[in-house]
């Protein structure tokens, strides 16, 4: 074996692997940063979205009327209501399986209310 055979294998020496109690805490951990969105839901029917969820910030009238938007697609719990390509705060939010308005704030729940 020459030295630069052993020199590649140098970087495995120092590798730490996890202890299988240190594994599943990370893997609890990780499952609880992807379903950060369960105490969001419809106010109206209960439904619950999902982190892949998209909602368009699109030009529109009664409740909220604006004009201006951006046609911006993103997840608009991911950022609490605000559009991230031009900056409006959405203050109602549509349900995506109902299909009707409620105020943004109201889709947050909190754990006394579950």
């Known amino acids: 074996m020459t030295l630069t055979a052993i020199w590649d294998d140098v970087p495995f020496l120092f590798r730490k692997t996890l202890k299988p109690e240190e594994t599943i805490d990370k ?12 105490r969001i ?5 209960q439904w619950e979205p999902q ?4 909602w368009t910030c699109a030009d ?4 909220e009327y604006y004009y ?3 046609y911006t697609s993103w997840n608009t719990f991911a950022t609490r209501g605000m559009c991230p390509g031009c900056h409006h705060q959405w203050r109602w939010t549509t349900c995506l ?6 105020l943004h704030e109201d889709w947050y729940t909190t754990s006394e209310a579950e």
Not at 51 to 54: K, L, M, N, P
């Open 41 to 45: 839901r419809c106010p109206l029917c």
């Open 68 to 70: 201006g938007a951006c």
């Open 60 to 63: 529109g009238g009664h409740p």
């Open 51 to 54: 982190s892949a969820d998209r």
């Open 97 to 102: 399986r109902c299909h009707d308005f409620s």
């Open 27 to 38: 893997v609890t951990e990780l499952d609880r940063k992807e379903n950060h969105f369960e």
